[in-house]
């Protein structure tokens, strides 16, 4: 698909979740997150090479680690943050809590009319979940 200007558009974009252990990420994700895996494929040794799951209206991929892809958890961390804005950030923290997820900001109410807080997942992945309490008007210069 190309544009009016005969270049290139883009189609779709969506993060590749790179994780120690696929299936354990992806069950991670389905029970904290409601996410629901579209497909999956895996290397002859049964290690996830591309695994596709919806949340909402949003999509991503997830597979394991290998030589040429490492975990966040293998680097001492991520620098990306995945952005959740949900409907009940409380509730989507503590599912995510209970499945082994740590606090890095806890959920509060903050000044810009957001309920929210980050937290880190098992596998190093680093999520921040929001929800709107107020809407705001936002200052014109």
């Not at 009940?88 to 997820?101: N, P, Q, S, Y």
């Amino acid at each position: 698909m190309t544009n009016t200007d005969d270049k290139p558009s883009l189609t779709r974009l969506y993060a590749r979740l790179v994780v120690s252990d696929g299936p354990r990420a992806i069950d991670f994700y389905r029970t904290a997150l409601g996410a629901e895996e579209i497909e999956r494929y895996t290397d002859p040794d049964g290690k996830i090479v591309h695994a596709m799951l919806r949340l909402g209206d949003a999509v991503i991929a997830v597979k394991d680690a290998d030589e040429s892809d490492p975990a966040p958890d293998s680097l001492g961390g991520s620098p990306v943050i995945m952005a959740l804005d949900v409907s009940d950030a409380d509730a989507v923290a503590e599912a995510m809590l209970r499945g082994g997820a740590s606090v890095v900001y806890p959920v509060a109410d903050q000044h810009y009319g957001q309920r929210g807080g980050r937290l880190a997942d098992p596998f190093g992945h680093l999520w921040m979940i929001s929800q709107t309490i107020e809407e705001l008007t936002v200052p014109k210069d």
